[in-house]
């Protein structure tokens, strides 16, 4: 495979875990409040809420490491 093959892979690949990541992020991410106007919002039914805090670190070490390869 010449290196022009192996950069276009690798930047697929950083462009995939990107893509995974925000899309994760915004639909794990817990709800916010916009005004006092709203009522509040209802909880996110994710089974996984506890682990919510540990995927951003898992998914940065992941982006981090396809970059520098």
């Known amino acids: 495979m010449d290196i022009i093959s192996q950069l276009q892979e690798q930047v697929n690949q950083i462009a995939g875990l990107t893509f995974n990541t925000f899309g994760t992020l915004q639909r794990d ?3 916010a409040r916009l005004s006092q106007n709203y009522p509040e919002p209802p909880p996110n039914p994710t089974e996984d809420a506890a682990s919510f805090p ?12 396809a970059a520098k390869q």
């Open 54 to 65: 540990e995927q951003p670190k898992q998914m940065s070490v992941a982006l981090v490491k």
């Open 29 to 31: 991410a817990p709800s």
